[in-house]
């Protein structure tokens, strides 16, 4: 899968780019249809030591997903939003497979009261 990471504000090293991109990959175990996904890495101007969002936004066939969160560190910023996409995309196939399910089910339906 195609990963852009935008940093904003800040220039991410390749130790850190080579982590998203680790991490976006094991999505494709639990859905191998994705086309592309966008990271924003953003460093907000506050006080607060938990200053660091990152922003991910995949794009599936028909569909776009989209997890922000904002930690400490980047590394755990992108943990945790790889892991809402991940139960995102759980129910984006839980959607697919009962939605072809029921098309199957009116195919079917129409055939036998065809004859």
Same mark, same amino acid.
């Given at each position: 899968? *195609?990963?852009? #990471?935008?940093s904003?504000?800040f220039?991410a %090293?390749? *130790?850190?780019?080579?982590?998203? =991109?680790? /991490?976006? %990959?094991k +999505?494709?175990?639990? @859905?191998?249809?994705? $086309?592309? !996904?966008e #990271? @924003?890495?953003?460093?907000?101007?506050v006080?607060?030591e938990a200053? /660091?969002?990152?922003e991910i936004?995949?794009?599936l066939? !028909?569909? =776009? $997903?989209f997890?922000?969160e /904002?930690?400490?560190?980047?590394?755990e910023a992108t %943990?945790?939003?790889?892991e809402? +996409?991940? *139960? =995102?995309?759980?129910?984006?196939?839980q *959607?697919?497979?009962?939605? &072809? &399910?029921?098309?199957k089910?009116?195919? +079917?339906?129409?055939a036998?009261? !065809?004859?």
């Amino acid at each position: 899968m *195609k990963i852009t #990471v935008q940093s904003i504000h800040f220039t991410a %090293d390749k *130790k850190l780019l080579d982590f998203i =991109q680790k /991490k976006a %990959d094991k +999505l494709d175990t639990f @859905y191998d249809h994705i $086309i592309s !996904g966008e #990271v @924003y890495l953003k460093l907000e101007n506050v006080e607060d030591e938990a200053n /660091k969002i990152a922003e991910i936004k995949l794009l599936l066939p !028909g569909n =776009q $997903i989209f997890a922000k969160e /904002k930690c400490k560190s980047f590394e755990e910023a992108t %943990d945790l939003a790889i892991e809402s +996409l991940r *139960k =995102q995309i759980e129910k984006h196939k839980q *959607k697919k497979t009962i939605a &072809a &399910a029921t098309a199957k089910k009116a195919i +079917l339906t129409e055939a036998e009261d !065809g004859f």
